[in-house]
Nanobody
Framework: VQLQASGGGLVQAGGSLRLSCASS????????IGWFRQVPGQEREFVAV????????YYADSVKGRFFVSRDAAKNTVYLQMNGLKSEDTAVYYC????????????????????WGQGTQVTVSS
């Protein structure tokens, strides 16, 4: 599986962007697709995750209520809709998959995710 993240760019504070994460291979029904972000010199940070089967989601507190993750099975793509962007959202955003079973809870731990796409830069100007 190869993941391709896209949709980043420059936006003013308060604006919106929608990131896409397209998979070149099959996404299995129990897979989890996570979004993470990283600022140079800092640790990679969890943003959101979605369960491919049922669309269950989990968000970092810092983005809850502003960011929304969704999936389109026909397009093998996961989206991250980002609203109310703040300067502190500036980062390189990555998507990643985690092969799971039906009972596995959603997780924010980076080490659980095994396939990573290249990042897409999001810059929010204040």
């Amino acid at each position: 599986v190869q993941l391709q993240a896209s949709g980043g760019g420059l936006v003013q504070a308060g604006g919106s962007l929608r990131l896409s994460c397209a998979s070149s291979g099959p996404i299995f029904s129990n897979d989890h697709i996570g979004w993470f972000r990283q600022v140079p010199g800092q640790e990679r940070e969890f943003v959101a995750v979605i369960n491919w089967r049922g669309g269950k989601t989990y968000y970092a507190d810092s983005v809850k209520g502003r960011f929304f993750v969704s999936r389109d099975a026909a397009k093998n793509t996961v989206y991250l809709q980002m609203n109310g962007l703040k300067s502190e959202d500036t980062a390189v955003y990555y998507c990643a998959t985690r092969r799971s079973d039906r009972a596995t809870p959603l997780s924010s731990f980076e080490s659980y995710y095994h396939e990573w796409g290249q990042g897409t830069q999001v810059t929010v100007s204040s």
